[in-house]
């Protein structure tokens, strides 16, 4: 779009357009962060207590003292998002390397075929993946987590590494490859360096999804000592209603990993998503 | 190239082997048990039950209820979020100012689980306590507190606001790509020719955003038609079954009626749903004269 000196007027409009859009983005995680530093009479207050006064972190040392549970979710999404991604960057770098630099037949219908199962609804998977890791011994365990997350993941994964292998010239392996190296080190030695930025935007991703997965985390890891953040959190029991003095403290605790990755990363997030969804 | 094929295929091996273990097979052994019954594993036991299943299914009310909820909820949500998301992608590829908190702003909502997102709307919404009360009181809009999520019809509106808050931003990030591929000429030229902005927009930039805004509309469809972590923490599917969704009845006749074949008949159905969605945006897609 041209772009042309902005006039005064011009630029107070798109600040306003800037403070809206934030305003509406943020709000539920400011609420939720200011309802988190607010002693719980004034949470369960009318009239509303907007500003916490005194700001305090009793509901974080509630926590620490009362409901260590709480903290135990938050480390289970930190074991299963982290060994998905580690699972799903090993098999999917090395899918996606093949399906988009080797020659071979049928590597297009299975690209294709990826795609198609990536939009299996996750709850048509739970009536076998329930019964199938509970013959296995393996409910509520984090390998049963894990398992689903990556199979879960997996062909997106593919379809986003694929668009970033794709823009690297083939001439570089050529060379290589007449030079006497073999796949595997060609893979390890040309193709993994040059796709670096494209591995650490779909673990950046895939971390995401993992942590934030509901349903499959539900299922397979339903015993106390299992549960992720996001089913832990949702399950939690109150006497009579639901404690949000708690809840908003876990909450916080629980949604600051990805709102850090994405402030941090937010390059890296916003080409993987785009890269991935306009080769598709 | 015989080498190549061979190695192609080994390093393609592992991640086929999980797909087909943890995606294809279980779908596969969902739609033979929606067509048996008594059985939790159709390895173990599979006495063939016909259509029965489904039959039960479809008299019941319950579940043709949840089939509607399913189709108003994306029904309603995905074009909102379609418009939300243009306008948003709009914006950000023009030179705002404060570029860093408006990526940041369109990615948060993205970020956020569903779930626990659903909860922290569930707390905005409380009746009592709730921030949007109180805002709305403050205005001198509203005389008595309002019940969001308890009510009906107002419990699935409450349920609609929240996803197309989450889900709009995604819909940008994707027409953004599109929008950034359009080439600067192309606006140049119609503005020698004395296109207006509002001209330009409906004559170059939706004709060329098609294909983007396809594929975003195909995704959103399929995740709005699974909904389920959302009803789920939001309303419980109520008041009633009123927000009571097609994965979350599913789920419930699964794993709480501890039926697995009706379940699976009704996660069938879904299914089936999102194929036919799904194939039309691809042949509309095909048909594309820009793609």
Known sequence: MPERRASLRDRVALWAI???????????????????????????????????????????????????????YIANSFIVATATTALILAAGGLAAYSLTRLAYRGRGVVLIAMLAVAMFPPIALLPSLFDGFLRLGLLNTY???????????????????????????????????????????????????????????????????????FPLA?????????????????????????????????????????????????????????????KS | MRRTHRAGVLLLLPAVAVVLAILVLPVLQTLLLSVARNTTSVLQAFDFAGLANYERLFMTPRFRTAIANTLVFAGVT??????????????????????????????????????LNALMWRWMFNTEFGLFNALLQGAGLIEQRINWIGGIPIAMASMMAVSVWKTSSF?????????????????????????????????ITLPLLRPAILVALLLRTMDALRAFELPFNLTDGGPLTSTETL?????????????????????????????????????????????
């Open chain 1, 18 to 72: 800037v403070a809206v859009t934030v305003t509406v983005s943020f709000f539920p995680v400011v609420w939720l962060a200011l309802t988190s530093f607010k002693p719980a009479a004034d949470i369960y207050a009318w009239p509303v207590v907007f500003w916490p006064s005194p700001f305090t972190l009793e509901n974080y040392l509630t926590i620490i003292r009362e409901s260590r549970e709480l903290l135990r």
């Open chain 1, 143 to 213: 390998t049963a987590i894990v398992l689903g997350h990556t199979g879960l993941y997996l062909p997106t994964a593919i379809w986003i590494l694929a668009s970033f292998y794709r823009t690297i010239p083939m001439e570089l392996e050529e060379a290589a490859r007449i030079d006497g190296a073999s796949t595997l080190r060609i893979f390890w030695s040309i193709i993994l360096p040059l796709s670096t930025p494209g591995l650490i935007a779909t673990g950046l991703i895939v971390f995401i999804m993992s942590w934030n997965e």
């Open chain 1, 218 to 278: 539900l299922v397979l890891g339903s015993s106390d000592a299992m549960r992720t953040a996001p089913v832990g959190i949702s399950l939690f029991p109150g006497e009579f209603s639901f404690p949000w003095d708690i809840i908003s403290a876990a909450t916080v605790l629980a949604v600051l990993p990805v709102v850090i990755l994405s402030a941090v990363f937010q390059h890296f997030i916003i080409g993987g998503l785009t890269a991935g969804a306009s």
């Open chain 2, 78 to 115: 995905v074009p909102l979020e379609l418009v939300f998301g243009i306008v948003l992608a709009l914006l950000l590829n023009r030179n705002l100012p404060g570029r860093w908190l408006v990526r940041m702003a369109i990615l948060l909502p993205w970020a956020l689980p569903t779930a």
């Open chain 2, 171 to 203: 819909v940008a990030l994707l027409l953004l790509a599109g929008l950034q591929a359009i080439p600067r000429e192309v606006y140049e030229a119609a503005e020698v020719d004395g296109a207006n902005a509002w001209s330009r927009f409906w004559t």
């Open chain 2, 247 to 291: 994965s979350l009845y599913a789920y419930r006749v699964i794993f709480q009626y501890v039926n697995f074949n009706l379940g699976a008949a009704a996660m069938v159905v879904q299914f089936a749903i999102i194929m036919v969605v799904a194939l039309l945006y691809i042949v509309t897609l095909r048909r594309d004269p820009y793609a």
